[in-house]
């Protein structure tokens, strides 16, 4: 494997595992932390399919998450998928129904739903300390 070959696929091993289970605990706390220093907080929902069509993207090993405004001007997310490299798979080549290879416009997200979250519900009442 040359120099080269080895700085690729250390870099798609390190992005492939960005991300790390931080427990409820500390979630709930960094939820709080936040609404606490900016006064408001949002839970913005996207749902499993579109994720994995994202995922399922040739070369993807990731999604980065965008803050962004939607068309009402509130705050919302744009998710596109990310290769080893950390570019973003905005298209690719596939092979289509006919057995051809054709380029593919990458997947690029919105529409979530605006839903209460988790973190506005009364920790302490269930017995969990958040602070």
């Known amino acids: 494997m040359t ?6 696929k250390k870099s798609a091993i390190s992005l492939a ?11 709930a706390k960094m939820v709080k932390d ?3 220093a900016f006064g408001e ?3 913005h929902f996207v749902g499993r ?3 994995m069509k994202m995922l399922e993207q040739p070369g993807c090993v990731g999604i980065n998450m965008y803050k962004a405004l939607n068309d009402e001007g509130k705050q919302t997310y744009v998710f596109v998928g990310v290769d080893s490299t950390g570019k973003a798979i905005l298209e690719y080549t596939a092979i289509n129904d006919g057995g051809n290879l054709a380029k593919e416009i990458g ?22 300390s958040v602070k």
Request: glycine content about 10%; some cysteine.
């Open 3 to 8: 120099q080269k070959e080895t700085i690729v």
């Open 17 to 27: 595992e960005v991300g790390e289970h931080i427990g409820f605990e500390k979630g």
């Open 34 to 36: 936040y609404y606490d």
């Open 41 to 43: 907080n949002a839970c």
């Open 49 to 51: 399919n579109i994720l």
């Open 107 to 128: 997947l690029v997200t919105n529409r979530f739903s605006n839903k209460p979250g988790w973190w506005e519900w009364d920790f302490e009442d269930i017995g969990i």
